[in-house]
């Protein structure tokens, strides 16, 4: 009888081998020790494109702060800190909120990520979609009103709005709009009645609109309630970028020329209340063969999305970055980047488009005006009357977020007057007077001040006053 058996010698590490080469999907550390004032979460993982728009897209849909990034990305691995802040300012304590970053982000290869924790959504910008629904995307040229008369189109053609976004910049508009069968609540998948709607909606938009072939309406398939709102917001941007609102408002220019260096270019905006300007440049490093695009501009929640997703939706690869945020209430960002056939950008017609397209995505998200918030018994149509209500004296839409939740409709406006006057704040308090039960929340926009030299023509209350009374049994206090 065989006393010994000789087998092959394996390494007990060996099936951890492809680990130790390539990395686990990703490590993610949130480290809570090192700063006094923030977390730190630092993410290392083997890098693929738009890897960090996924990371950067999971921490905006915490709506959590970020004051300052490091990303590194050569050689085909990802190494990435970020220091963030809650809502409130604070570190990151919630365990739900910790363990849902570690999930996912640890699951951006993978087709779904993990539902956000509720707690950290915000109510006015995410329904609760207890059924599926039909998406809706529509670019184009905007104009006063355009908002409404889609909303009332999609009345008469008996659906029912569920959801919507909508952006306006530059004179185009991009809204992105989930909707559903009227009478049934159910999703619309018939082809011919898709059709139909697209038809509609596409005669309305191209009403007025100077360039035709900008306007575009595309009705989606079928989709559940796993979308969350930076989803949308990507899209609204690629719609926006397909709008070209990059070019400026028609017969305009959206830029002013800055000077030229031999290096690369420079373009500035020109930011009112402070004197300041927002910065775009870009310049070669001829060593590395990257381009460097520095970024000075004022500092506000998702800016680091915004930048991102732009140049990544463009197909530029970041390999390097650096984040930050004075105390003057102004950001700096430096991206290191290369397209992604593997060059740096050569021709100065390609980094000012660059430039261009930067300076959009920083502004699209910004809006004058006021910002309205109501929440109301959800019914159809009722989305249709407060934007008539507006549209009939004298406002426009200029940015809007509607969802439902249960048996509610939370919206917000961002209103403007169509003749470019500003809408005093004065209005606020004998609005709420005159509204009596009726509790709407109007909020001045904190990233354009309202000058205290204009007045206003009119009240809002004195505007709702005569013709609230048909729906407003519909609404109820916003808590």
């Known amino acids: 009888m065989m006393q010994k058996v000789c087998w092959p010698y394996f390494d007990p590490d060996f099936d951890r081998l492809p680990e130790r080469i390539y990395g686990p999907t990703c490590r993610v550390c949130i480290d809570n020790e090192s700063m006094e004032d923030c977390s730190v979460v630092k993410v290392d993982s083997v890098n693929k494109q738009g890897l960090l728009l996924e990371v950067v897209q999971v921490l905006t849909d915490l709506n959590l702060t970020i004051s300052k990034s490091y990303i590194s990305s050569d050689a085909g691995w990802f190494m990435d800190v970020f220091h963030v802040k809650d809502e409130r300012g604070k570190k990151l304590t919630d365990q739900h909120v910790i363990d849902y970053i570690h999930q996912a982000i640890g699951t951006t290869r993978e087709t779904q990520s993990p539902a956000t924790p509720k707690s950290y959504v915000n109510d006015v910008f995410e329904g609760e979609h207890s059924s599926e629904h039909t998406a809706i995307e529509m ?55 898709l059709a139909t709607i697209e038809d509609h909606l596409t005669t309305v938009i191209r009403a007025t609109g100077p360039q035709p072939n900008s306007q575009e309406v595309k009705t989606g398939g079928v989709v559940g309630g796993e979308g969350t709102v930076t989803n949308v917001e990507r899209r609204l941007h690629q719609l926006m970028l397909s709008a070209r609102d990059f070019d400026g408002p028609l017969g305009s220019s959206i830029t002013g020329s800055g000077p030229r260096s031999g290096r690369g270019s420079v373009s500035g905006l020109d930011n009112e209340d402070e004197g300041r300007k927002t910065v775009v440049s870009i310049d070669n490093c001829e060593e590395k063969g990257y381009s460097i695009v520095s970024i000075e501009c004022k500092d506000r929640p998702r800016l680091m999305f915004d930048t991102v997703c732009t140049l990544t939706d463009m197909q530029y690869v970041i390999f390097h970055a650096s984040i930050g945020a004075g105390d003057d209430g102004y950001a700096f960002q430096e991206y290191f980047i290369r397209y992604i056939d593997g060059y740096a950008l050569n021709t100065e017609s390609e980094k000012e488009r660059v430039i261009k397209c930067l300076e959009a995505a920083i502004e699209r998200r910004v809006c004058e005006g006021v910002k309205v918030e109501l929440c109301a018994e959800n019914r159809v149509g009722l989305l249709s009357d407060i934007t008539r209500v507006l549209r009939e004296n004298g406002l426009t839409v200029v940015r809007a977020d509607v969802a439902t939740q249960g048996e509610k409709a939370v919206n917000a406006f961002y209103v403007r007057d169509i003749s470019g006057n500003e809408v005093d704040m004065g209005f606020v308090k004998s609005m709420k007077k005159e509204m009596g039960a009726i509790n709407l929340e109007v909020k001045k926009d904190i990233s354009r001040p309202i000058s205290r030299d204009q007045r206003a023509r009119f009240s809002i209350g004195d505007m709702l006053k005569s013709q609230i009374g048909r729906f407003s049994h519909n609404f109820i206090q916003i808590k």
């Open 139 to 193: 670019s184009g040229t905007d104009r006063p009103g355009l908002f409404s008369e889609i909303s009332a189109a999609l009345v008469d053609l008996h659906c029912n709005i569920v959801e919507a976004h909508a952006w306006s910049h530059n004179a185009r508009l991009a809204c992105v709009a989930y909707i559903s069968d009227q009478s049934t609540d159910t999703p619309i998948d018939d082809p011919h009645r």
